[in-house]
């Protein structure tokens, strides 16, 4: 009897415990700074002791941190869930099914979060090439040689963007994909393991 009493507060259909998983999610990866722990127990819980949320806002929020930064898919979220429900202290296999539900909802926007806030920097967003024929020119030579077009979109999510626009002649292509394949080759040694 007295493990049930340590149990966190009876969760009303997963309602409450999908919401605090909302909350903290707003809080850790959406960056809504008004989303604080005296608000979720006061909507959500307010008929549990401050220590016990706590204890229970921490237990959730720390299993949320684990899957989300290990960007697990629905097979490893269950064999990492079930190892909770078998732990000492863990969590209830209703607990579980409301978190596997609430990751399989929110597990793309989460990740899409993440990677948003790991960049320091512009990223390319898009790029589009086309290759033209040169119909005009100040020397003859260059009439109808072809032309390599290249529009690349750069900007941090959320944020406009820019767009920069490149045009290269056959030399210039050939020169970019040997610097293409010299970084591949860089890359591919770095992550080889031996």
Known sequence: MAAAEQQPPAVDGGKALSA?????????YYGKADITE???????????????????????GGLL???????????????FLTAQTKKQGGITSDQAAVIAKFWKNHRVKIRESLVNQSCWDNVLKN?????????????????????????????????????????????????????????????TALTQTT
């Open 127 to 187: 790029m589009n090439w086309r290759v033209d024929l040169k119909s005009q020119s100040r020397h003859v030579d260059q009439i109808n040689t072809p032309v390599a077009i290249v529009e690349m979109e750069l900007g941090k999510y959320g944020q406009e963007s820019e767009f920069l626009c490149l045009e290269f002649d056959e030399a210039k292509v050939s020169q970019m994909l040997k610097k293409l394949t010299e970084i591949e080759e860089s890359m």
């Open 38 to 60: 005296e608000l979720l127990r006061g909507q959500l819980y307010p008929e549990a002791a401050p220590e016990e949320f706590r204890a229970l806002r921490a237990k959730m």
């Open 65 to 79: 941190q684990s899957i989300a930064s290990a960007d697990m898919d629905l097979n490893q979220l269950e064999a």
């Open 20 to 28: 605090l998983l909302g909350g903290i999610a707003q809080a850790a």
